[in-house]
């Protein structure tokens, strides 16, 4: 069946530190991938999309790329900052009104 | 922007209640949904409507129900409040049907059920 499975936190950085989180997932059929981000106190909100294989999603320094060899969309930033600090999930969503949402990462970057 | 807003930050209640948790989004979007969010677990998907009067059952509706009078509201509804009920709830809209398209989330209702 279609899954998401995705790091596991928590994760700690300090700043200007490079950033990763593992995304990867099995799918049947052209799903669009999502990243979405939960500051504290908030609900999610979209960070980045890739709606096809080797599209790459960027957005405030953040970048993933679809890998449809590798089943991944693993999401990077170079320099962290403080305020980055938060909870990240990958997502996956098809047409046929099929979602699936990774377990979240949550980040904390000290300064 | 689009906005979605839910009726409550924080609401507890007790077993047995009769729960109503309410959501409105402002910008005309043809779906809406309903999530549990629970630690390790990510995102659980409940209920989603795509039009008004129009429902779908998700992955865990048991025990909630939902309803979608007007476009902009969708409600949902623990009929008789269980413990294993206490969760974050987050509501959810999007433009177009599919699924494959950006949902935008309201801030969510922690529920707690005593």
């Known amino acids: 069946g279609n899954s998401v499975t995705q790091m596991e936190g928590p994760v700690t950085l300090s700043e200007e530190a490079f950033l990763t989180i593992n995304c990867t997932y099995t799918?049947?059929?052209?799903?669009?991938l999502f990243w979405y981000v939960q500051y504290p106190g908030e609900g999610l909100q979209l960070l980045l999309k890739?709606?096809?294989?080797?599209d790459k999603g960027s957005n405030k320094g953040f970048e993933a790329t679809y890998r449809k060899e590798t089943t991944s969309f693993h999401l990077e930033k170079g320099s962290v900052q403080v305020s980055d600090s938060a909870v990240y999930f990958c997502?996956?969503?098809?047409?046929?009104?099929?979602?699936?949402f990774g377990a979240g990462t949550r980040l904390t970057v000290k300064p | 922007d689009v906005k979605v807003t839910q009726s409550s930050r924080y609401l507890v209640k007790r077993t047995g209640e009769k729960v109503f948790l309410e959501c409105v989004q402002d910008?005309?979007?043809?779906?809406m949904f309903w999530y549990r969010q629970d630690p390790g677990l990510g995102l659980r998907l409940i209920y989603f409507?795509?039009?008004?009067?129009?429902?779908e059952k998700g992955d865990i509706p048991e025990g909630y129900s939902v309803s979608r009078e007007k476009k902009e509201r969708f409600s949902l509804i623990l009929e008789s409040a269980s413990t294993n009920q206490t969760s974050m709830y987050l509501c959810?809209?999007?433009?177009?049907?599919?699924?494959?398209?950006?949902?935008?989330f309201g801030p969510g209702t922690r529920l707690t059920v005593t």
């Open positions: 959810a809209s999007s433009l177009e049907g599919s699924f494959s398209y950006e949902q935008y």
């Open positions: 799918a049947t059929g052209y799903p669009s």
């Open positions: 890739a709606t096809k294989a080797d």
């Open positions: 997502a996956l969503g098809w047409d046929n009104n099929d979602m699936r």
């Open positions: 910008m005309d979007h043809e779906n």
């Open positions: 409507s795509y039009d008004v009067k129009m429902k």
